[in-house]
């Protein structure tokens, strides 16, 4: 169970277009859910927090504009990267909480590989 | 299928040393990690091992075998605010990374 899926999983795109991408939690309703971005061998740096039905609660230095954030149900979270450029090329991770499964926990999805060229 | 066997639950006592075992099954291998997350916050790197052997890194060191599909992350000198889940991953053929449930580590005084 608390399974976690990403789409797509690698993504190519030229400078100034957006990419979205969803997170979608399988088998539980997710109620919170988290977008990360890594860089090689570096620590998940946390982007936003979502909560289904309101806005989401973005880190300091990250741009909400850029970073657009969609919680609309309980198994669904989009992140849309607007007007993307080579320095936006990462990994991005989410992951989602449930209060019914362990309130602590956070399940993680496979990543989505964006390029930028 | 893919899969990463992890202990649910280890406890420890302060000073001593703990061993989290994970093994997995994959498709293809581009390296295996090692995060720490304490409740509440964003998980933390801790090791990447591609090649088999042993990284120490301080009072942490990760072992990797590929050809058994076994890692283990070693914590020496327990210290209390070592407290936290530890989440192995590994790296598929496809640079997707499939994740561990995660180890809660509970250390005692």
């Known amino acids: 169970g608390a399974v976690v899926s990403q789409h797509p999983s690698w993504v190519i795109c030229k400078s100034g277009t957006s990419v979205k991408i969803e997170c979608r939690s399988l088998d539980f309703q997710a109620t919170t859910m988290f977008w990360y971005r890594q860089f090689p061998k570096q620590s998940l740096m946390l982007m936003a927090t979502s909560n289904e039905g309101s806005k989401a609660t973005y880190e300091q230095g990250v741009e909400k504009d850029k970073f657009l954030i969609n919680h609309a149900s309980l198994t669904l979270s989009t992140l849309t990267v607007t007007s993307a450029h080579p320095e936006d090329s990462s990994f991005y991770i989410c992951?989602?909480?449930?209060?019914?499964?362990?309130?602590?926990?956070?399940?993680f999805g496979p990543g989505t590989r964006l390029l930028v060229l | 299928g893919q899969n990463i066997d992890q202990p649910t639950e280890m406890t420890a006592t302060e000073g001593a040393i703990v061993q989290i075992n994970c093994t997995y099954q994959t498709s293809g291998f581009n390296g295996l990690f090692w995060y720490q997350q304490h409740a509440g916050e964003a998980p933390t790197f801790l090791s990447y091992n591609v090649l088999d052997g042993l990284e120490e890194k301080g009072r942490f060191s990760s072992f990797l075998s590929r050809s058994k599909g076994y890692s283990y992350l070693l914590l020496k000198e327990l210290q209390m605010k070592d407290s936290a889940s530890y989440l192995c991953a590994v790296m598929d053929s496809n640079y997707q990374l499939i994740w561990g449930a995660g180890t809660k580590l509970i250390i005692k005084p």
């Open positions: 992951s989602a909480r449930s209060p019914w499964q362990d309130q602590e926990t956070q399940y």
